[in-house]
């Protein structure tokens, strides 16, 4: 058996999700209790108000840390990847796992990352929306008629016949016209604060590739497959670049899952709360079993279900 880990991105967010790891376990208490940031974490997770957990320079924190906290109890029972990756946000907690980056400095780096994101998009009228049922190449070819007009492109590709298009909000309307047109099931306007993923995030990644330049990267003990490639690290990059770029570049995230496939995955655990990646495997690597944690119930329940396998 060969487990990859998957680590839930923002739009999964949930006021109370981390807390019933925090009540049972001493390793997910030290996460909560741990985290020194400039505000209180473990209250904005389990009472938020939504609005405050919703703003993407507070979800991010949040997320690694309920992602920190399931990775290390599920360590406790001897459960550990030997791949891992994540859907955009979901990358840094990738990293955690694999030890590239520290508790703290994964913390830092992702509140960095959400204040560096929404100064980025201030101003710019953006949208995002998922496309459902069409060919990719066709998704393609119809940002590259309408960016004639403005800015848009593929930001997500998320599994098969599913992904994501982002950029400025008029553009975005044509293109997502043009797909209905184009056979595409339904077009669905995304709740997000700005057209991630794509160039107009440019200014985030040049202030992320600044700040990566004093923090300390440790060498992987496990693979991580990377969002902007689809692949482990290459010779001739660094982490640091890829991160910086993954902020304004498309996610491929279902050519990530054939990836980690191929490398003889067979057994897939979404870490984070939502079973979005979960749903998106199910599409991507059939032959793949999937399991999710989140929670004490889903922990049984996966510590359960790895013993039959």
Partial sequence: MKIGFLYAGQGSQVVGMGKSLYDNFQSAREVFDGAKLDFDLRSVCFDGPAEKLNQTSYTQPCMVAVAAAATNVLAEYGVKPDIAAGLSL????ALYASGVLGFQEVLKAVRFRGLAM???VKGIKGKMAAVIGLAREELVEICARVSENGVVEIAN??????MVIGGEADAVDMAAQLALEKG?????PLNVSGPFHTSLLEPASKKLARYFEDVEFNTSEI??????????????????????????SPVYFEDSLRKMEREGVDVMIEIGPGRVLSG????????VKVLAVED??????????????
């Fill in 118 to 120: 929404e100064e980025a």
């Fill in 184 to 188: 595409a099931k339904r077009v669905l």
């Fill in 296 to 309: 004490l119930e889903s922990l049984e329940s996966a510590l359960k279900a790895l013993k039959d396998f």
């Fill in 90 to 93: 979901g990358e840094y907690s």
């Fill in 223 to 248: 693979p991580v497959v990377f969002n902007a490639t689809a692949d482990f690290l290459r010779e001739n990059q660094t982490i640091p670049q890829l991160l910086a770029r993954q902020v304004m």
């Fill in 157 to 162: 590709y998320n599994c098969p016949g599913q």
């Fill in 280 to 287: 998106f495997v199910r599409k991507t690597c059939k032959a």
